[in-house]
């Protein structure tokens, strides 16, 4: 039996290309190009999917999606949109669409998602999702190809409680992402609560997770509740899990799997209600080889990955980024301000190592710092040429390490500005210098631990624990003339 197809588009062009390849894939479409027509199809109970653009002549589509889903439940609405923001992935989930496609789109996406709505629809128990209307504000800026799939993926995810684990570099948006999940999903009217595990002292983890009672501990003078406790019926993000130690590990592992936990020096039970987002910028899969990472931890949290490109993969994504953060910097009072389409090219061709956050911090900068209304390429080429005189050391005429240090430290504090790093900046800094100086002594020994630890001055075990600490992978060797 032949299936009706219900299409709505206002560009001639998109109607024909679609018509031609619906029929041609055996279904009857019968396309229109305003909403007025479409509404009166559907509500006489024609067509058995709708597909249509989202702005239209005659309105929005989404101003009559909820009449339709509700005269019409079981009826499956694919969007269309130009727009190709986060806010309409997530509009489109919020009136109950079935898919929503970016244009340009894929027909052969298109005719697969066709197929499975019908499939779906079919099925019996499928009830139309109702929610809130959501904000108008926009956490995530982007229209490229890259940050489309995420988009999707993270409509699909609001109305659930799935655990999350977001990868990505240091600066591609982590916590953003992790925000938009509470403040568009179900928990939205609970707490979310963030803990970075790389700014907590190693023994104070489970502390600061989980609380801990009068006495636990030195120093322990009172009751004190932890993270788990305080993002009760809402949201806990758990950034930089990778460095979250291994007693930890066991101890969140647990409580997933229980779903409750029990504080430091604590004995009694507590319920846990909470849904746990996780990110990392570390290799998980690499940290679970050298037995840095519980694989079971990994499964738990890793129920549904979402990475985020780096900037330098969503290029494309600048000129709105840019527009962004000026038009934030003009809400915080600075004066009105454009960048000139060459200043943009160039931004495009710079690689960006701070990612997202380092553009905000140039933006930013322009905008407090100079005059001109409309800032120009040598403007930004004077800034970038800054930056990378500031964290590349020149091969002939190297640095210290007292220099690379204050040079590391003064390109973290402007990375954060206007704000101060997290806590722990001591130990971190410390984790750059000794990461890379026991691999390149291991490596000069050989891979040979026994003799590096002499080079070094360390105990054998201690040298064993900073390995596993830092997953330095060991190369074993023979050295020339060794």
Same mark, same amino acid.
């Given at each position: #039996?032949?299936?009706?197809i219900l ?16 029929? @041609? ?29 989202? #702005?239209?002549?005659d ?5 009559i999606?909820?009449?339709?889903k509700?005269?019409?439940? =079981?009826?499956?609405?694919?969007? &269309? ?19 929503? %496609?970016?244009k ?5 996406e ?6 499975r709505a ?8 499928? =009830?139309?999702?109702?929610?809130d ?11 490229? *190809?890259? #940050? ?9 995810l &609001?109305? +659930? ?21 509470h ?34 501990f030195?120093?322990?003078?009172? @009751? ?14 758990? =950034?930089?899990?990778?460095? #979250?130690? &291994? ?16 504080m430091?020096? $604590? ?13 990392t ?14 694989e ?30 000026? @038009? ?11 960048i000139?389409?060459? *200043?943009?090219?160039? &931004?495009?061709?710079?690689?960006w190592?701070g990612?997202v ?21 040598e ?22 390490v ?11 504090? @402007? ?9 722990? %900046? ?6 750059k ?10 490596? *000069?020994?050989? $891979? ?10 360390l105990?054998?075990? +201690? ?20």
């Amino acid at each position: #039996m032949s299936h009706t197809i219900l299409l709505a588009d206002d560009d001639a062009a998109i109607r024909m290309v679609l018509n031609q390849a619906l029929s @041609r894939a055996g279904y009857e479409v019968r396309p229109t190009g305003n909403l007025s027509t479409m509404w009166n199809w559907a509500s006489r109970g024609e067509g058995d999917l709708l597909i249509t653009d989202v #702005m239209m002549p005659d309105g929005n589509a989404f101003e009559i999606m909820p009449k339709i889903k509700k005269l019409r439940p =079981d009826l499956p609405i694919v969007v &269309m949109s130009a727009q190709n923001t986060f806010m309409t992935a997530i509009r489109a989930n919020e009136v109950g669409a079935y898919e929503y %496609l970016p244009k340009p789109f894929d027909i052969t996406e298109v005719l697969s998602v066709v197929a499975r709505a019908l499939a779906d629809a079919r099925k019996p128990g499928k =009830d139309s999702k109702k929610a809130d209307e959501p904000g108008e504000t926009m956490p995530l800026v982007g229209r490229s *190809a890259a #940050m489309q799939d995420i988009y999707r993926a993270l409509a699909r995810l &609001m109305q +659930t409680d799935l655990t999350v684990t977001i990868t990505g570099e240091s600066g591609t948006g982590k916590e953003l992402v992790a925000r938009a999940l509470h403040d568009f999903g179900r928990r939205r009217n609970g707490p979310f609560v963030a803990i970075n595990m790389a700014a907590i002292p190693r023994d104070l983890i489970e502390a600061e997770l989980f609380g801990h009672e009068k006495g636990a501990f030195t120093g322990a003078t009172s @009751r004190s509740s932890g993270r788990f406790e305080q993002a009760e019926g809402g949201t806990l993000f758990l =950034d930089e899990i990778g460095d #979250m130690p &291994m007693d930890a590990q066991t101890r969140l592992l647990r409580v997933l799997q229980e779903g409750e936990y029990t504080m430091v020096g $604590g004995r009694t039970p507590i319920k846990s209600n909470v849904r746990i987002v996780a990110a990392t910028h570390r290799d998980l899969g690499q940290m679970i080889r050298q037995g840095l990472f519980r694989e079971d931890l990994y499964y738990r949290l890793n129920v549904v990955p979402i990475r985020l490109p780096p900037l330098r993969e969503r290029t494309d994504d600048i000129t709105d980024l840019v527009n962004h953060f000026l @038009r934030a910097a003009q809400r915080e009072g600075e004066p009105v301000k454009t960048i000139s389409p060459d *200043a943009i090219k160039l &931004m495009q061709a710079y690689a960006w190592p701070g990612n997202v956050r380092e553009l905000e911090n140039l933006v930013r900068r322009l905008s407090a710092l100079y005059a001109d209304e409309s800032i120009s390429r040598e403007i930004v080429q004077t800034e970038l040429n800054i930056a990378d005189r500031q964290s590349v050391p020149v091969a002939s005429d190297p640095m210290d390490v007292s220099s690379a240090v204050e040079t590391h430290v003064a390109q973290l504090l @402007r990375e954060h500005e206007p704000k101060l790093p997290p806590a722990g %900046l001591y130990q971190r800094v410390l984790d750059k210098v000794e990461a890379p100086l026991i691999a390149m002594v291991l490596n *000069a020994c050989g $891979g040979n631990q026994i003799k590096a630890s002499e080079l070094l001055g360390l105990n054998r075990n +201690t040298l064993r624990k900073k390995i596993r600490a830092h997953s330095i992978e060991i190369v074993k060797h023979s050295r020339r003339g060794g």
